[in-house]
């Protein structure tokens, strides 16, 4: 009999999130029925939107349940089949989350082809839902056309380190990104294709965005919300879109956050302000499978992750990412 | 020989403007050169842009220079012509402002035709840049679809009036407005094409939109700014667009306004913010001037003007402008 460690949430989180608000539990899983496979996950993936799915807030998509296995992206190898569809050794993807072992009906699992060289992990970073929303929101959200300067922030996260190389891959004229540390702020321009970079607690972000972009910005991705969207407001040259994918700084706060204090310049320059969820954009996953899959079969992108070992640390690993303590993609390896 | 009064800027006001910031001066017209027209104006338009040329901030057209007439929409009837392009009795729209009697290349003044029942003035409103403004803002921005809510504030001036009605002539579901009294709120629904208005004065905006359009709204226009907006984002539903078209309620003061406390609704709620002036959108200015002609021939839509007398008077029409004194639109009578 197979068993199954898997993480749970048993209370909703005002502010940051505790260990409290979690428990580990081992589950004995029964036989497979006919159609079923067992998957052995090789990574889990942590993501900022699960603290979204752990409030009771209205939002994009329904609460967690309380008691019931964290739910997300993860990548494994199937030890057991009784599906025509999927074959013991197939590499999958599937929204199970944070469990070692995960079994279901067959139709859960989406086979993908390994790349030599590649880690399976990169199909929850860069050839997943981390870099598709880079693309999507870098591409077709704000329309970023060659030549654009852009301002990336959270750039040395997940998503915004995706941002910067796709950017620079598209033909960007100038590339900036602000992130958290000194170290963060090196790999910018040294790994992740950025031509500047700026620690956002080094000073005022307003001031520091526009010694790192004198002639303005154009396209914003927008990782963290908060100040940083107001230093862009500063910094757009009219015409300028925003592609506002997430307000990580806000997540976690209880307070009711003030808006940026320069939204008029939304019609003097004519700014366009995009929120933006990316399963709504699936029309241009199959152009972003082709391109970025090319990339990274190429070794032009990098697949920097921040690893986190153990099933029963998933927790920790996400209150790290809430922390930005991750440089690229954060991922639990089971 | 004849004379044109004129009204101009000789100092940026801080703030409210004052009666010190403008001078009303007689000039001395000479004759005619070869390819001159003189036109009589029967109309000069107050609007609120007006406000942000006579400042210096960085904008999207340029501040209007000290010591000169004020320039801005004006209709007006050829007196006399050394132009074969326009003929004396033509009537005319041109940007030569606030005067009595413009003069100049024919190249600067355009002949439209008169409507049989229709006041000049329509060319300044319905006709003219306030129907353009609310047309391309609505359907083109916003991109407004039947069914949808709409909310609009500012909705008894010139351009909410306007917005109100292509609304329910387009198929709106159901159109709310905001108002700064009892006199213009009973107009939205008598006279504007209102499902519903409320007073902003008279409570909370965020409560008295929730009520008004308890199952949501789908577009708004904006003409205020300020709490307007936040209320706005706390109703919006999922996929909602927001034309950001002014901020009267900002353009006088001289503190930095903070933003909505709701921001991160743009992201759960994939919204769309978009500033627009519209000077940029002339593409759709045939199908405007097509539509809008038709409704305004059949008697479809209310011309409502608030009408001041007298070109020396035009600059207390542009305070009671900025105070909400009108309901449509605000004209000056020559």
Same mark, same amino acid.
């Given at each position: 009999m197979a068993r199954s460690t898997q993480v749970q949430l048993v209370s909703r989180p005002q502010g940051w999130p505790t260990a409290d608000d979690v428990r580990t539990v081992h589950v004995d899983l029964p036989d497979l029925a006919e159609g079923e496979v067992r998957v052995e996950n090789e990574f889990v993936s942590v993501d900022p939107y699960m603290r979204g799915r752990m409030s009771d807030a209205r939002s994009y998509v329904a609460p967690y349940e309380l008691g019931e296995t964290m739910t997300g992206a993860a990548v494994g190898r199937v030890v057991a089949s009784r599906s025509d569809a999927v074959s013991e050794g197939d590499l999958v993807i599937h929204e199970m989350g944070w469990r070692d072992v995960a079994q279901g009906d067959a139709s859960r699992f989406r086979v993908v082809q390994p790349i030599d060289g590649v880690p399976s992990s990169a199909y929850l970073g860069a050839l997943g839902m981390t870099g598709f929303t880079a693309y999507a929101g %870098?591409?077709?959200v704000a329309r970023m056309q060659e030549g654009d300067t852009v301002f990336v922030s959270g750039a040395a996260g997940a998503v915004g380190s995706m941002v910067g190389q796709i950017a620079s891959l598209k033909g960007a004229g100038r590339v900036v990104g602000s992130a958290g540390s000194d170290?963060?702020?090196?790999? %910018?321009?040294? $790994?992740? $294709?950025? =031509?500047?970079?700026?620690?956002?607690r080094s000073g005022d972000v307003t001031e520091m965005l526009r010694e790192a972009a004198p002639d303005g910005i154009d396209v914003y991705f927008d990782n963290v919300g908060g100040d940083h969207l107001e230093a862009a407001l500063?910094?757009?040259? =009219?015409?300028?879109?925003?592609?506002?994918?997430?307000?990580?700084?806000?997540?976690?706060?209880?307070?009711?956050?003030?808006g940026p204090g320069n939204m008029a310049n939304i019609v003097t320059r004519r700014l366009t302000l995009q929120g933006f969820i990316v399963g709504y954009h699936q029309e241009h996953m199959p152009a972003f499978l082709e391109?970025?899959?090319g990339w990274v079969a190429a070794g032009d992108v990098r697949l920097d992750e921040t690893v986190v070992d153990g099933i029963e640390n998933t927790f920790d690993a996400f209150l790290g990412l809430m922390r930005g303590e991750n440089t690229g993609k954060m991922v639990v390896r089971v």
């Open positions: %870098l591409l077709h170290e963060k702020v090196a790999a %910018l321009t040294e $790994r992740y $294709r950025y =031509d500047a970079g700026f620690s956002y500063d910094s757009f040259n =009219d015409g300028g879109r925003a592609a506002l994918c997430g307000a990580i700084s806000q997540y976690n706060s209880t307070e009711k956050a003030s391109e970025m899959g």
